[in-house]
């Protein structure tokens, strides 16, 4: 499906070793207004303004009132970046939302800190592993199946909101919770944490210190939550019985030279997983039922599909190879509207991208969304065509898709997101026929993630089986 090219053949070969860095150009400069440079662009139109920047070439800088960047708009400067040469290219701390959170979860640390971390961790997202939630996330989908009724009106965000959280609650912290209940914390945290980094919410843009109502909201949730997340694992460490969940196996954990985490980082990862790992699925389901409800071709296929495959069964590991279709039509719903829609790094030194010289300190930034949907890479990119995953039916360098991320810091929970997709939509797609009921082109709302700016509301209807 990829296709992997020659360094001759690369957009981005890199210069030439006996050329001074300093000789080459700055990258060509989008225009702005004086003092606030593009901020007035990012903000208005934070997706159509990577279509203005593309008018100026594939590496482009902009300036805001926040930071320097330079966009790069091309598969093989992305894959210079998070593959070849990450270490060039470190976290991007915004501070500028000035939250603090999870200052010791993977997501944030680099260096010496992060490579602990992630060794530690990968064992726990193995195949193996993360199969081993399969039937877990099974019965929540058949429970969320079982709460529909034939004929109710829903907002999809919402429902898959709740069924996400319950997963993932389960998978963290071996807990059973119900989302909706008012006093949940872990619940009331999660939306929080979403409603506070809401760029439609002009507090957004307000440093948490600032005491607005919002801002003092937040405060007290977030507190409350870092008091479970305490409680949890001071329980974890005295109790005598194993729970098979993260939060246990991240308190036993212990690498090369006997690193183990500290309370901090356990702490502020299992915060990073609920936050990063809850909503992205969520959204990456309500995508993938929105588009279904408007193909009814691409949904029979999925039904025959899961007839074959499951009959009358529940969905199974050993059900996953076949569920080909399903699989693609997953990838599809990603590549339209990937949940992290942008990833940021900063230089920490001059490196030379396309034949630019982009200074440190500088903010690249990688668009997922602008990508996945660059006519170069894709032909006829705005159309849902679980078909072109289809191996050899186009050829797409591999950077031109990366709803993951990639290289060494791709996001160690995709094997888990993916699977739970993918149990998900076997569950509800072959129960109910889904009727869209809202804008079959919502807007989009691209905060911390890429939100629809209004409920995507389906009825849905009993199938009889």
């Not at 030279?257 to 990862?269: A, K, P, Q």
């Amino acid at each position: 499906m990829t296709a992997h090219r020659s360094p001759a053949e690369r957009a981005d070969a890199g210069p030439p070793r006996d050329r001074p860095i300093e000789t080459y150009p700055l990258p060509p400069e989008a225009d702005g207004y004086p003092l606030v440079g593009s901020t007035v662009d990012v903000v208005r139109d934070p997706l159509g303004f990577y279509d203005r920047l593309a008018t100026y070439g594939d590496v482009v800088r902009y300036e805001t009132v926040i930071d320097t960047f330079t966009a790069l708009l091309h598969p093989d400067h992305v894959e210079r970046v998070l593959l070849e040469e990450p270490d060039r290219f470190e976290q991007y701390d915004f501070e500028a939302f000035g939250l603090g959170i999870d200052p010791e979860g993977l997501v944030d640390v680099d260096g010496e800190q992060w490579q602990r971390q992630r060794t530690l961790m990968q064992p726990v997202f193995t195949i193996d592993r993360v199969r081993s939630h399969a039937d877990s996330m099974v019965e929540y989908a058949a429970r969320t199946a079982a709460e529909w009724d034939d004929g109710q009106e829903l907002a999809l965000n919402e429902e898959f909101s709740a069924l996400t959280l319950q997963i993932l609650t389960r998978s963290l912290f071996d807990l059973e919770i119900d989302p909706r209940e008012t006093d949940e914390v872990i619940a009331l945290a999660a939306r929080a944490f979403n409603e506070q980094l809401d760029p439609r919410n002009l507090t957004t843009f307000l440093p948490i210190w600032v005491p607005t109502p919002a801002n003092r909201r937040f405060k007290r949730t977030y507190r409350a939550y870092r008091d479970r997340m305490d409680e949890l694992i001071e329980q974890r460490r005295r109790s005598d019985e194993e729970a098979d969940d993260l939060l246990t196996t991240l308190l036993h954990a212990e690498g090369p030279e006997g690193y183990t985490l500290s309370e901090t980082e356990i702490r502020d990862n299992m915060m990073t997983f609920m936050f990063a790992g809850h909503d992205t699925t969520s959204l990456g389901l309500t995508y993938t039922f929105l588009l279904l409800a408007q193909h009814d071709d691409a949904l029979a296929r999925l039904r025959r599909e899961h007839e074959r495959v499951l009959g009358d069964e529940r969905p199974t590991t050993e059900h996953l190879p076949e569920l080909e279709f399903t699989e693609r039509v997953i990838t599809e719903a990603l590549r339209l509207y990937p949940p992290v829609y942008m990833l940021f790094r900063r230089v920490t030194e001059p490196v030379v991208i396309g034949g630019y010289r982009i200074p440190e300190g500088t903010v690249v930034t990688l668009p997922q969304f602008w990508l996945h949907r660059d006519e170069r890479f894709y032909d006829d990119p705005d159309r849902f065509d679980p078909d072109r995953w289809i191996e050899s039916t186009e050829e797409v360098p591999d950077y031109a898709y990366f709803p993951f991320g990639g290289g060494p810091r791709h996001c160690i929970g995709m094997r888990f997101a993916r699977l739970e997709m993918k149990l998900v939509v076997a569950v509800l797609a072959r129960a109910f026929d889904f009727e869209l009921l809202s804008d079959p082109d919502p807007d989009l709302s691209p905060g911390v993630t890429l939100r629809p700016d209004d409920d995507v509301r389906v009825r849905v209807s009993e199938r009889s089986t």
